[in-house]
């Protein structure tokens, strides 16, 4: 049995097909490319029992992945994470069957992992020695530490405001760190030359094609921890949008493997900030690509991403499932960190937040019904934003008291 | 089948015991209090294989875990935490065989966590309304969420001292926060004094009897992952030494049940910094118990607790398992910090960092032997000591352009 089952690239703006053995980064006609597998192939030698019986992580759906080597995979059991019912918060939203999908439970302790596993496994079959990205901070994280685990070297620019902790991860692993007065769009066109000048991977979102398949396995899982059903919404903070596209892909792909009822796909909901909304703006305008959002900002820093390569891609996901797109406050934000954490003891990112802030408007404005089966995308650890509130206490000398 | 075979309370020293029903703290005699099962009645009711079918946290354990309605669990699927090969380090340090049991995957990033999934649980379960801790700040951050989540108010004293980012956990989580002009140990009397007055539920390291069952897993997932074998070599970051006390418990149940060979422990390593080392200096005199450490410092500030309350047990898991303890400089600290994460990719603690630099004196001295199996134990993310190093970086303009 062979441990991949992809069959090649493809286009999904111009159709144009790519072989996946060697290096391939965009299509000739500037889209992303998406990876296609022998679904007949999985059909016929992979069931649901099989995955059942493997081990607690991503690699479970191997055959749906594009390494195709089990020497290449770079690993620390990423994946399989938690999803977990919310019943306070959820109460108090008015959506008793609220969940979340908790990934901060992964190494470097964001998604990012789970592109990065894949991602940089591909690129050490495809003998990639350097490899170069723009990152918000925690994508550079978890590829500059899987690179080193793989023995790539990484060049990571980011924007100076990108969590500070971020910056930490990248040094430490060794890899080239740079930073930027700017956006990640900035950052990214230090890399575009960075890498047309060297030679270089470019392993910015959608540039290279893996990151997806990674990212993809989230939707596997969801359907899987639900006994192989669709929850009705999937929320998402959505940046570079590579989540949601790859749900979306995952859920098309589980669909065709007749794993899940072909009758029901989730509405898929992009959460953005109020401060950096292009999709939400083009979702609201009925458009199927974004402009770029000048002047923005957010403190839930992943989603801060002015223009997404691919835009169209999240839109179609959206309009695909019935889905939406919804914008929320700094404020809003801050107060749905806090509520998961005092109801529900756990210390979401500011990006994760957000997911929780749009359910309940889009549950004020009945677009979500009581009775919906709900999944809010955590994407991270709160801890890797430290500087996100402010904690007031005054010190105590060790002679003093507590009293009540 | 019942949930938990929990039996009574034992105490070590004086080997008076209680019951498991109602609210206990210390011994009468003043010594910690350890949990007895009904082995007996595991043995007959458990086998391997049942466990292997069990969802992937501690919680695969019940019938030896002292929470005895499932109802009382709180839990966030906490533990069966990665056991990883690290062959790049290992070649490195001459120990081909060596492992990294990873504490950083689990929620709150330690493995405090464990202790704290257990000790709430069990508290909710005795009705337990307010508790009260002093901490080094990762215990203070786990117990606040998990309090949290089963509507506990706790309340925390920490060193000021302390990782500024547990100050956040505790804060978000609702529970009342103190910082103290001081150590743990001063922490630690105003917690007993708060306990006196209010009549508060000492959750202090070893003052309540079931951390240290959460934090036996370790011992029981290190078994299982190696099919119910055990290695060569544990090394521990040690400060108050509940995790080391409680994989020796761990290992002496599993030979009780004979779930793992009779003949076998492996040699349990109590690692400290040169900086706070009472437990190497007691076990470098052959004593039994350990002097306070005066003016202990250490940036893994973990271990830095300068009286354990349960030295004696610490020491005594090391005699009875042919260990040892051993100290390591701060340099080396950080040396084996940036070692880990440049050859395989894992950014870890700096009291995980210790156990690896451990790891190499000991090999070096041929205490460790080439062909031993040896296991250190990272109790918690890297990223939860963001001053543990400083990163120089340039920033660039968005014009400028990377010339290698």
């Known amino acids: 049995m062979t441990y991949s089952m992809v069959s090649h690239l493809t286009c999904p703006k111009c159709k144009e097909t790519y072989d996946a053995d060697s290096i391939q980064q965009l299509c000739v006609c500037g889209s992303p490319l998406l990876v296609d597998y022998k679904l007949d192939e999985v059909k016929k030698h992979v069931t649901k029992d099989m995955i059942a019986e493997r081990e607690q992580s991503l690699w479970r759906y191997h055959e749906l992945l594009p390494v195709k080597g089990v020497v290449n995979k770079v690993s620390f059991e990423e994946g399989m994470t938690p999803l977990l019912s919310l019943p306070a918060l959820g109460r108090m939203m008015g959506i008793p069957n609220l969940y979340i999908k908790d990934e901060g439970m992964v190494p470097t302790g964001s998604f990012k992992a789970r592109g990065a596993a894949v991602g940089v496994s591909k690129a050490k079959e495809l003998g990639v020695q350097n490899l170069a990205m723009p990152t918000n901070g925690n994508a550079g994280a978890a590829w500059s530490l899987y690179a080193a685990k793989a023995g790539i070297q990484a060049h990571i620019v980011m924007p100076e405001d990108a969590p500070e902790i971020t910056r930490k991860e990248v040094s430490i692993s060794g890899a080239q760190l740079y930073l930027v007065n700017g956006l990640i769009s900035d950052a990214g066109k230090i890399v575009a030359d960075l890498v047309k000048e060297e030679g270089f991977y470019d392993a910015s979102t959608l540039k290279e094609p893996y990151r997806i398949e990674g990212k993809k396995t989230m939707g596997y899982e969801i359907a899987e921890q639900l006994n192989w059903t669709v929850p009705d919404v999937i929320l998402y903070p959505t940046g570079g949008g590579v989540g949601l596209i790859g749900i979306y892909k995952a859920l098309l792909e589980l669909q065709m493997l007749g794993w899940i009822p072909e009758e029901k796909l989730p509405r898929l909901v992009a959460v953005q900030s109020e401060g950096c909304a292009p999709i939400v703006k083009a979702f609201d305008e009925g458009r199927t690509e974004s402009d770029f959002w000048e002047n923005s900002t957010t403190h839930a820093f992943g989603i ?54 749009a359910a309940k408007k889009l549950k004020d404005r009945d677009w979500i019904k009581e009775d919906d089966e709900v999944i809010c995308l955590n994407t991270g650890l709160g801890i890797k934003y430290p500087d996100a509130f402010d904690v007031e206490v005054k010190t105590m000398e060790p002679f003093e008291r507590i009293r009540l």
């Open 304 to 357: 801060n991403v002015p223009k997404a390569i691919g835009d169209f891609l999240v839109l179609d996901a959206i309009y695909q499932t019935n889905g939406c797109a919804m914008a929320v406050s700094e404020e809003e934000i801050r107060t749905f960190q806090r509520k998961v954490a005092m109801l529900e003891g756990q210390f979401v990112c500011p990006e994760g937040a957000a997911t929780f802030a």
